[in-house]
């Protein structure tokens, strides 16, 4: 089903079948934490191996951030041969620099430094080096993969990007039961190692998945006229933005623990906020999920942009009315305290800060349609602001809300990553405006022409 034929005739409920397998995928990657998490909690010494397994995490997300936005790229700019092979180029390269920054960091005194910074203990230090090393596969194997992703979903075959979560979620499960069961390695190091095989052969099917699909994609030869536009150059301006804004936006999560570590019930509140940030991803998913949705159907002339906004509508609303119908009802309390295990105390904890949190959704669509809206329209720089604008927002409001008004740790972090939200949303929206109301010609190129 090839993308140029959906926008031609394209409606609603076309909409939703190409988001769904998308918001499918988000959902499943969410069940890879808590998976592994409930293995090493297993295993013997739990605490050190589960801090160790999440210092080491938290490096290679970083490490990695500049490829999440890849599948974004590939989607908007993969439409011939030429414009393939060179953002492929760009992706191998971008993947194969990642990695060797990955090993620099694990191989030399610069993880230490950072441990001691952190004030890590020595045992979490070296459990941490070493699950950092376990996954060096994952910047080359993700920016890999998320190339091909792009590839699939801007021909219309989101399922198969669904169908590759499900195969690398399988591929993590054996992986670390068998590590589980049949050898004595440290829960640190198992979950790292079923992360690494996990996303090679989620890559391996990535690649498989689009054999049928490349040879359209390379009959198609570009007009000598936009060739310039394929220059590592202009390619290179066109990602930084979209790179800078995945690391600002991970950026955010060490900067909120910092705040709650100062904090009124500092330890509860750390304890509370991953559970917390799990409900709500659940429902955030269909946000996450839409930006792609939004750059390959807009249309070139952004004929679909009705329509594309009209769903979202809907999704935002319905996304953030599950949420609240959680944390405004007695399932509050059925999901935090016999779901998720929070004692009684913890559960408390956690009940104001999710109700604050329960418009999140919607936002999270809106900002996805929004960078949509300024990917089409090769306006990335103004993503980057955005960003920039949440993450200063948020935290000169957990600093203020800690620091000056005392406020309880989960409910100044959730607060700030609202009021940081809407300040990101209520920046791209007068870029929106200014895309809308330009001649829509203009996002036919990838860059303007010197």
């Known amino acids: 089903m090839a993308t140029q034929t959906m926008t031609d005739t394209l409606t609603h409920r076309k909409i939703f079948a190409f988001w769904a397998p998308l918001a499918g995928t988000w959902l499943m990657m969410a069940a890879e934490g808590p998976y592994l998490a409930a293995i090493i909690a297993r295993l013997d010494a739990p605490t050190i191996n589960l801090a160790a397994f999440g210092v080491a995490f938290a490096f290679a997300i970083i490490i990695e951030s500049p490829v999440i936005m890849l599948m974004s790229a590939s989607t908007a700019l993969v439409e011939d041969r030429e414009s393939y092979q060179a953002l492929r180029r760009f992706s191998y390269g971008l993947g194969v620099s990642l990695t060797l920054l990955q090993l620099v960091i694990v191989a030399s005194p610069i993880f230490v430094s950072i441990a001691s910074l952190l004030a890590l203990p020595p045992d979490v230090t070296t459990l941490a080096r070493g699950g950092l090393l376990l996954m060096l596969p ?52 198992i979950g790292s190692l079923a992360l690494s095989v996990a996303v090679i052969v989620e890559a391996i099917a990535s690649r498989v998945m689009t054999i049928d699909v490349l040879p359209n994609v390379l009959r198609r030869r570009r007009e000598k006229s936009r060739l310039h536009s394929l220059r590592l150059s202009a390619l290179s301006s066109f990602y930084a933005p979209l790179a800078l804004t995945s690391f600002m936006a991970l950026a955010s999560q060490p900067t909120v623990t910092f705040f709650m570590g100062q904090s009124r019930y500092a330890l509860e509140s750390l304890a509370v906020l991953p559970v917390i940030q799990g409900l709500s991803f659940v429902f955030r998913s269909a946000g996450l999920s839409y930006l792609e949705v939004v750059i390959a159907l807009l249309g070139p002339k952004r004929e679909n942009l009705a329509k594309i906004r009209n769903c979202a509508f809907v999704l935002g609303i319905g996304a953030a009315a599950g949420l609240s119908l959680i944390a405004f009802t007695p399932l509050v309390q059925v999901w935090f305290r016999d779901i998720s295990g929070l004692n009684e105390t913890l559960t408390q904890f956690a009940v104001v800060p999710i109700q604050i949190l329960a418009i999140l959704p919607a936002l999270s669509v809106l900002l996805a349609f929004e960078r949509g809206l300024l990917v089409h329209a090769r306006r990335n720089a103004a993503i980057t602001w955005a960003t920039l604008v949440e993450l200063v927002t948020l935290t000169v409001v957990i600093g203020v809300a800690i620091n000056v008004f005392d406020m309880v740790g989960a409910i100044a972090a959730t607060t700030a990553i609202l009021v940081g939200r809407i300040a990101s949303t209520s920046w791209m929206a007068s870029a929106c405006f200014q895309v809308v109301r330009s001649t829509p010609s203009a996002a036919t190129e990838i860059v303007t022409p010197p």
């Open 138 to 189: 994952w910047p080359g194997a993700i920016a890999y993969r998320r190339f091909r992703q792009g590839v699939l979903i801007r021909n219309g075959f989101t399922r198969r990007v669904a169908y590759g979560t499900v195969i690398r979620l399988v591929a993590m499960s054996v992986t670390a039961w068998v590590l589980f069961q049949h050898t004595d390695l440290a829960g640190a190091y």
